[in-house]
């Protein structure tokens, strides 16, 4: 079984439309990350959790919300979704007792039209 | 501001050996990370340099020199399966990856 999994896998929606992408792990990480990756672009950090009540804002957060629901739930809202948030998202797990490598999900790939 | 640069696509022969380079400016530097990210997947991890010096992991191996700013990723024996973006990231002095473009490699026959 995956350690970090991410629902859905692709997601096809409409402009204004409120979506929300899922990323569980089972590695027992205590930071958990958002990212978003365009072509020619490096990943961008949207929202990082450093624990259940530690939210912080990435690069890049506008538009975007999240919600550490659990130690092992991490998920990022498009409150109202644009074309321009047409990309592939990744989810990511960290152990602060590490040196902090970064374990990715699968990623979902997401298509505002 | 905090910039990672490296090239943007690379060829090289099956068999061969082939560096990727990194050079980087940031806030604070707690490490550097290589990750390999084959074509719609996601990135996964190769190595971590912290200290100067080269970091040696089977075929693949990684060099930091924190007063240059500057690592590269050194991959021997060349596979087709290696064909794939590498990612070179910085963690800062806030403990975030700040992420390069990634070098597509391609590897010819």
């Known amino acids: 079984d995956a350690d970090v999994t991410q629902t859905p896998r692709n997601r096809i929606t409409k402009t204004g439309k409120r979506i929300m992408l899922e990323c569980s792990q089972t590695?027992?990480?205590?930071?958990m990350y958002w990212y978003r990756q365009d072509p020619g672009l490096g990943l961008r950090l949207i929202y990082y959790?450093?624990?259940?009540?530690?939210?912080n804002k990435g690069e890049i957060s506008d538009g975007y919300s999240v919600s550490r629901q659990a130690q092992a739930k991490f998920s990022l809202s498009l409150e109202s979704a644009i074309p321009n948030q047409t990309a592939l998202y990744f989810c990511?797990?960290?152990?602060?007792?590490?040196?902090?490598?970064?374990?990715f999900g699968p990623g979902t790939r997401l298509t505002v039209l | 501001g905090q910039n990672i640069d490296q090239p943007t696509e690379m060829t090289a022969t099956e068999g061969a050996i082939v560096q990727i380079n990194c050079t980087y400016q940031t806030s604070g530097f707690n490490g550097l990370f290589w990750y390999q990210q084959h074509a719609g997947e996601a990135p996964t991890f190769l190595s971590y340099n912290v200290l100067d010096g080269l970091e040696e992991k089977g075929r693949f191996s990684s060099f930091l020199s924190r007063s240059k700013g500057y690592s590269y990723l050194l991959l021997k024996e060349l596979q087709m399966k290696d064909s794939a973006s590498y990612l070179c990231a910085v963690m800062d002095s806030n403990y975030q990856l700040i992420w390069g473009a990634g070098t597509k490699l391609i590897i010819k026959p």
């Open positions: 959790s450093f624990d259940v009540k530690d939210i």
């Open positions: 990511a797990t960290s152990d602060s007792t590490d040196y902090n490598e970064q374990f």
């Open positions: 590695k027992g990480h205590d930071r």
